[in-house]
């Protein structure tokens, strides 16, 4: 949130230069950046674990993770469980440095603002 | 539940802003990588009611007359405990969705079944060979280093008690014979029972 004040004076100027223009906007929506993350940590998550962990839906969690599936941040592995078709989702080496480019950007946002 | 996007127009918005919501975005990051952590296939529940089964059989076991009772007595106590741990591992994962084979518990099923196929083997042949006084330390280290392998990708709780199954149980191959059935009560009752509670109250069921 922008709050008025000294403050706002006190970093202008510094942020921009780490700022949006090389944003990954991929994973930087919400759901997506969620999706990244679980998988960070357990390389592969059933379709439900994940949907369940964002507390997303069905057809909204499908379509983040095709986004991501295309541009090849993640795999996606259908199968069948008996006759039950179960997908699951792994996090490719390139997502994971997407992951890692995207962490550093908002560090370095923040070391930016508190060099100050 | 969709929650809402957060805007991407960074760039129009003052530093200030900027930087609050990197932090937001790294707290978010942070959450979600701990809570994808938190699940787990075990139950807590299911780890008290198996600690129960182990107190009453190392009351049962104490008034063995034969060694083939005692043996029997304990191997009874498995079975049972092994039913209670898979109805229990179907619930949670019934209650959060899931199936039992899906995701976690597929993995843990994997990673637990060859040391209980081990301890299973082990039992017999050690029991063959009049080494009785051998099997709580083996079964004890087995179903600990299951546990501790199949937690491998779980809670850092599920690793932890493997581990304490594994202690309690490298102290059994050393300990006197007549401890046998104390350590079987320490081990299989006392621990699935405190880490069971811990478990069910942090982990979900």
Redesign the interface.
Known sequence: MARAGPALDAVAGTAPEAGALELDRLIHERVRLGIVSALAVNGKLPFTDLRDLLGTTDGNLSAHARRLENAGYLLCHKSFDGRVPRTDYELTARGRRALQAYLDHMEAIIAATRER | ???P??R????D????????R??E??R??RE??E???S?TAVSGLGGVVMGVVALVASFVATRATSTAMWVGTWMTAACLALGVALFAMARKARL????L????GRKFAWNVSPPLLVGFLLTVALTRAGLVELLPGSWLLLYGTGVVTGGA?SVRVVPTMGLTFMAVGALALFAPAAWANLIMAAGFGALHIVFGIVIWRKHGG
Do not use: C, K, W
Request: proline letters at 8%.
């Open positions: 539940m969709i929650r996007a957060p991407v127009g960074e760039a918005l003052p530093p200030l802003a900027l930087h609050d990197a932090m975005n790294l978010y990051i979600t990588m809570r994808s952590q699940f959060a969705g899931g199936t084979l899906g995701g976690a990708f």
